[in-house]
């Protein structure tokens, strides 16, 4: 039903900045609401931020809060976030993905994913 790609990971240094991007197919982007996972090697997949349809409404994990952005463009079917003051810690792949309900705080509700963009922070 929605096809997402991620891209603008790369590597930056401790305190730096990233925009990613997640552009999706079709038309019809503004049904789902849009978040961003990321899994680092050991380590757990992370929900770090949801948005609702219209953008009104997000959330955001306690790890990133203050540091992290999720915005949308529905007329571009993209959603973005902007990861600033990155930690090595924030070192994962980042997944974009969707939820047709409009669920956008509850991790279970996404059933939609991209291929993920890496996201590496060097000390």
């Known amino acids: 039903q929605v096809q997402l790609v991620e891209s603008g990971g790369g590597l930056v240094q401790t305190g730096g900045s990233l925009r990613l991007s997640c552009a999706a197919s079709?038309?019809?982007?503004?049904?789902?609401?849009m978040g961003w996972f990321r899994q680092a090697p050991g380590k757990e997949r992370e929900f770090v931020t949801g948005?609702?349809?219209?953008?009104?409404?997000?959330y955001y994990a306690d790890f990133v809060k203050g540091r992290f952005t999720i915005s949308r463009d529905n007329a571009k079917n993209t959603v973005y976030l902007q990861m600033n003051s990155l930690k090595p810690e924030d070192t994962a792949v980042y997944y974009c993905?969707?939820?047709?309900?409009?669920?956008?705080?509850?991790?279970?509700?996404?059933?939609?994913w991209g291929q993920g963009t890496q996201v590496t922070v060097s000390s």
């Open positions: 993905a969707a939820s047709f309900a409009n669920n956008y705080a509850v991790q279970s509700s996404y059933g939609y």
């Open positions: 079709g038309r019809t982007f503004s049904i789902y609401a």
């Open positions: 948005i609702s349809r219209l953008g009104s409404s997000k």
